[in-house]
């Protein structure tokens, strides 16, 4: 008798197991859906859809909406090459045949050969205008919308919000000039004698400090050709020593103080995509957070952006290495959107093997001259050390396809640029 009423103990205990775990199953398979109010409460149901880092900022009272409003991404010229684009791996990693869009957009099998590579091409080659000024210039095509949130400070240039371990913040302002060379330049019909001139270089870049003081006026100028295995031209003028130095392109992986991440970390990664090797490492679902307007409202103490509204965003995660040895970040994991290749998040990994830093794009709707929502672009990014328990939180206001000239990047405007002469 005692055996059998032990027997049905058991039984009753097996039954109310595998009950709890049917239940739970069904709620984690239910997941996220749009319209769930994400915060302090049911902070676990963003598990394995943000980083640790944001989950514990959800933990400590962080709110948002999750919403089914798509991203739009690029014009629908630069959308139209994406899908046309006919675009073939050279055999130093380079491209033929790119004339312009993401490059293997209507083409890319995430089990095909080459196609970690190919997907750190679409990821480089996002859109991003024409060209574009952070700063908000008034007649450009697109441009984003400031905030009428009488309590958000606007700042005209990009502002880096620098956060120490104990919550204090250090203002660093820059301002940066770029032209994407014959990325977007779909959207216009180059002279053909321009179109030759061009056909070489693939971006220009400059970088000017306005604050804090002990760094004002230090000027960068990036120069990067299409030539698979030619290193970029980078240069720096350091104002106190009044003079420019060239910098190594090892030098990319610097950090640019005083915020906390790299000259390769920007719109997620900015490197040489056939200087790295690439490898598809998993694929998986995230939140990412946007916005409307801009500048977005800045938690003091806190690198992450507010955003009233989060949405779901299907990605691979690809992973990158350098092949200069010289190169300070060992591996690369970034987790790229599906339908459109937008980096979402990425994380810098030290020679341990162990995270270092996690990273985001802040995205933003951007608009037309009517006033209507073009796209949706990174215009910043946030990033947060593992390691230092340091941060960044960091807001481009961007203007793009403002008419900027190629004579704009060159050596002898690098001091002219530091005089604060070539701010627009």
Known sequence: ?????????????????????????????????????????????????????????????????????????????????????????????????????????????????????????????????????????????????KTTDPDIRYFPYSRRHCIDKYGNERISDIISYEMQVANSRVDEKLEPSLEKKLSAINFYNSNTVLSPRDLAGTVTLQVRHWDAKKDDDFFIYIPSLRRIRRLPTSQRSATRTPADYTWDDVRGFSGKVPFFNWKIVGEGTCLVGRTKTVPTLHRKGSFLHVYKEWSLHDYYAVQNSPKDTAYKIPKRILWVSKDAFDPLYWFLYDKKGELWRSLATAYAAFYDTAGKVAFHLGYGLWVYDEQTLTSTNAECNSSLNTGLEVGFFSLSNLITSSRGQMLR
């Open 1 to 145: 008798m005692l055996k059998d009423g032990w027997q049905i103990i058991k039984s009753l205990i097996v039954c109310l197991f595998t009950l709890i775990l049917f239940y739970n199953i069904t709620i984690a398979g239910e997941g996220i859906k749009a319209g769930d109010i994400i915060g302090q409460d049911n902070w676990e149901k963003a598990k394995g859809y943000v980083p640790e880092v944001v989950l514990k900022e959800i933990r400590d009272g962080y709110t948002f909406k999750v919403t089914a409003e798509p991203i739009i991404t690029g014009t629908p010229a630069f959308i139209k090459a994406s899908r046309e684009s006919r675009t073939k791996l050279g055999p130093d990693g380079g491209l033929e045949g790119y004339n312009g869009g993401i490059p293997f957009y209507n083409n890319f099998n995430p089990d095909g050969k080459d196609a970690a590579l190919k997907a750190g091409w679409n990821l480089y080659r996002t859109y991003f205008g024409d060209d574009s000024i952070y700063a908000l210039v008034p007649g450009s095509q697109f441009m984003t919308k």
